[in-house]
T-cell receptor, first 115, second 114 residues
């Protein structure tokens, strides 16, 4: 596609429910990132996929968070047993791979509200 | 630990005035530094990229500088416009070869008022 596409754009869920957020990166981009941005805060790194390499999961805040990237393209971020502190905007970005000169292209984000 | 610090945290300026945003980083090995603009409710968009050998780069009314010795960068906005109101995020990449570690600053929130 023309840009990074994320869905849903907004999600309201009840505490304890599981949610899935989807990211469709720019075609041909081998690198994909998930970030979390709480209200008025900076971007918090969650996970990074680069080609067929093992993902960098160092930013995932707990084992309730997981992500996968199927076929090197679409990625899904799953949050199990959601908590109120999970409420944030979840941003996905993709790049051509390796950041020597590559720019991160961001989606518009998925706003998650946990009641 | 890689860190990127930005100042000021927030800034209000009058339309037409200039301003300068600062970014200090402790990232190694340095690869490149980008400034991103994030409008409210949108994803960040890249403004400039600077590599180790570059000191200054301009993009319209935006001019970024980089001092690799002191590990500082600045973003200067000239003749500000209301549409410049946004968060400006300094992003530093570390690493080499195929893997890069990206560290985001917490951003400077700029408000341009008429």
């Amino acid at each position: 596609g023309a840009g990074v596409s994320q869905s849903p754009s907004n999600k309201v869920t009840e505490k304890g429910k599981d949610v899935e957020l989807r990211c469709d990166p720019i075609s041909g981009h081998t690198a994909l990132y998930w970030y979390r941005q709480s209200l008025g805060q900076g971007l918090e790194f969650l996970i990074y996929f680069q080609g067929n390499s093992a993902p960098d999961k160092s930013g995932l805040p707990s084992d309730r968070f997981s992500a996968e990237r199927t076929g090197g393209s679409v990625s899904t971020l799953t949050i199990q047993r959601t908590q109120q502190e999970d409420s944030a905007v979840y941003l996905c970005a993709s790049s051509l791979g390796g950041l020597q000169t590559g720019e991160l292209f961001f989606g518009e984000g998925s706003r998650l509200t946990v009641l | 630990k890689n860190q990127v610090e930005q100042s000021p945290q927030s800034l209000i300026i009058l339309e037409g005035k200039n301003c300068t945003l600062q970014c200090n980083y402790t990232v190694s090995p340095f690869s490149n530094l980008r400034w991103y603009k994030q409008d409210t409710g949108r994803g960040p968009v890249s403004l400039t990229i600077m590599t180790f050998s570059e000191n200054t780069k301009s993009n319209g009314r935006y001019t970024a500088t980089l001092d690799a010795d002191t590990k500082q960068s600045s973003l200067h906005i000239t003749a500000s416009q209301l549409s410049d109101s946004a968060s400006y995020i300094c992003v530093v990449s570390a690493g080499s070869g195929g893997y890069q570690k990206v560290t985001f600053g917490t951003g400077t929130k700029l408000q341009v008022i008429p």
